[in-house]
């Protein structure tokens, strides 16, 4: 599908700055707790699951699984953004329950499914890069990749 | 033990007109509303000191705030020991959960309880447009949807419903019997939005909105306000009719409030406040006459069903492909006006509202056929639900 001209671009915070500067230099930066080692979004200065406060964005590997999605049909913000178009929920490669709300982009919108292996790609608008998800260059690549 | 001790009773409910482009003011339709539910319950104003409502005055599209607790409390002139409002509360009913819980702690004897709803009035230029004369940036929970397109709970509630379709094989067919339902009982509610017949046909051609949702399987924005009178036990004997009873309520959830990070992206938080309120009560969902269930979209009705245990999990479909068992004179009647997909968004109150109107038999033409005492009543979807078991007394 087409990208859209323009999006409604997010607020950005302290804590979710790097969220979405990270494309600038092509990394998907998630929070990771340094303390039990497990990955966390939305963004927040502490670990949901162990309370630490040793947490950081890193990069992760940008190579996800579609969980959930939705083909929208409705011109929610009219010509700018033209539907058909893929909105998602996809599982990060390094753990499965560290999810993203997406857009699933470069395919056609029948193409996307539940389990499809998927990898990042960032849309810059002004001073945010918008982590979008398009199709895995090849599964089993993506597969192998997972592994290491 | 039950919901605070059993000290808590609802006396009186009160409706405003409802409609399309009524051309009011929400805080018109919650005045209407309240005065009803007043003299419902046999008070006078003067009765009433607490007062309670959902969402508070927080930032929203138009409408959407349609009264404050302060605009009632002010304009109906109630001398208030105890006042709230908020959004960030379990379900839109959970405001009246704590006005439940004033009256059990002794701030208050009477509670007014509302929501008002003015969205097709003030959205009359359409929701689209809305959107695109935003030029702000999106925050709060938005953030991490509107860059990517996801701009409605359609959307975000959508995806929820395909993968659940994934793992269980719900089909559209079966979906679509929710709304299918709610069209047949609306055509007895004098109040409903659409009353037209509707087929299977009709459902499936629909203008699709974000698959699995087509038109029908979204709700209607309307104008119009619901309220209801709580009031403490012993103050409530001399009032005309036998009181409703919260025999449970469930407040509960488990994991964070996301729309997208839950661990089981087959349930929501229905699934945490109807297990909260089974914990509180000796009955079993084998004990209930008939239930209200908010259906903003026809999924998140499926989800109440399934999370009140009305059937196994993993089941919903099976059990919508039997309608004849929900309909009016079923086993398990649901959504006995029409629900929000046909009776229009009062936004949880409305289900409230109708549960209590079918255990004192004054339904009218749309009244259950057999004898009705336990209602159980599934308020909100996504994160934000908060649930009751109310019992006839007397
Ligand atoms: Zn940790």
């Known amino acids: 599908m087409t990208r859209p001209q323009s999006r409604i671009l997010p607020q950005v915070t302290a804590d979710s700055r790097a969220f979405w500067s990270g494309g600038a230099e092509g990394e998907l930066r998630i929070y990771r707790c340094h303390n039990c080692g497990r990955w966390f979004h939305p963004p927040v200065g502490v670990c949901f699951r162990c309370r630490s406060r040793d947490v950081a964005p890193e990069a992760a590997s940008g190579r996800a699984t579609v969980a959930a999605l939705t ?23 390094e753990q499965p329950d560290v999810r993203l709300t997406t ?3 470069d395919c056609p919108v029948e193409d996307v499914h539940i389990g499809m292996p998927v990898e990042v790609d960032f849309e810059q608008h002004d001073d945010v890069w918008v982590p979008v998800f398009r199709p895995a260059a090849s599964t089993t690549a993506t597969r192998n990749g997972g592994n290491q | ?7 808590v009773v609802i006396t009186g409910i009160g409706q405003s007109d409802v409609g399309r482009r009524l051309g009011r003011t929400g805080v018109d339709l919650a005045i209407d509303a309240a005065l009803a539910a007043i003299a419902d319950a046999g008070l006078q104003p003067e009765d009433i000191d607490g007062v309670a409502s959902y969402p508070g005055n927080v930032p929203a599209e138009g409408g959407f705030v349609g009264a404050l607790s302060h605009d009632i409390r002010d ?12 959004a960030e509360t379990p379900g839109q009913i959970g405001t009246l959960m704590d006005g439940a819980a004033a009256i059990a ?35 709060g929970h ?61 459902y499936l051609d629909a203008r699709m909105i974000s698959y699995p949702f087509g038109l029908f399987d979204c709700d209607v924005p309307c104008d119009g306000a619901t309220a209801v009178i709580l009031s403490r036990r012993e103050a409530a004997g001399g009032l005309r009719r036998p009181a409703i009873a919260i025999e449970a309520a ?22 945490d406040t109807t297990h909260h309120l089974w914990q509180n009560t000796k009955m079993t969902p084998a004990d209930v006459d008939f239930a209200e269930l908010y259906d903003g979209f026809s999924y998140l009705c499926a989800q109440w069903i399934e999370a009140f245990g009305f059937c196994e999990k993993g089941k919903v479909g ?41 255990l004192w038999g004054e339904a009218g033409e749309r009244q259950i056929p057999k004898d009705v005492e336990i209602a159980a009543v599934g308020v909100g979807g996504g994160p934000e639900a908060g649930c009751l078991l109310l019992r006839r007394e007397g």
């Not at chain 2, 469930?250 to 699934?271: F, I, K, N």
Request: hydrophobic share 40%; charged share 15%.
């Open chain 1, 103 to 105: 857009q699933i982009v």
């Open chain 2, 105 to 139: 702690g002794g701030r208050a004897t009477h509670v007014l309880s509302f929501r008002s709803v003015w969205e097709s009035t003030a959205q009359a230029a359409g929701r689209a447009q809305a959107l695109t004369g935003v030029a702000a940036r999106a925050g």
């Open chain 2, 75 to 86: 304009a109906l002139g109630l001398s208030t020991t105890w006042v709230l409002s908020g």
């Open chain 2, 250 to 271: 469930g407040s509960a959830l488990y994991e964070r409030h996301t729309w997208d990070q839950r661990t089981d992206l087959t349930t929501m938080a229905a699934h």
């Open chain 2, 1 to 7: 033990m039950t919901f605070v001790d059993d000290r």
């Open chain 2, 318 to 358: 099976a059990f919508l492909s039997e309608p004849e068992r929900f309909a009016l004179d079923g086993d398990l009647p649901i959504n006995t006006h029409g629900g929000q997909l046909s009776a229009g968004r009062l936004h949880g109150y409305g289900f409230l509202h109708e549960a209590c109107l079918q």
């Open chain 2, 142 to 202: 938005a953030e991490f949807r509107m860059p990517f397109g996801a701009a409605s709970a359609a959307n975000w509630i959508a995806m929820y419903a395909q993968r659940y379709m994934h793992e269980h094989g719900l089909t559209r067919e079966q979906l679509g019997q929710i709304p299918l339902n709610g069209r047949r009982n609306a055509a007895r509610n004098p109040k409903a939005i659409y009353t037209d017949p509707m087929t299977l046909d009709d």
């Open chain 1, 71 to 93: 083909v929208n049909h409705h011109p929610w913000f009219g010509e700018v953004f033209p539907p058909p178009y893929v909105v998602a929920i996809v599982e990060l490669a």
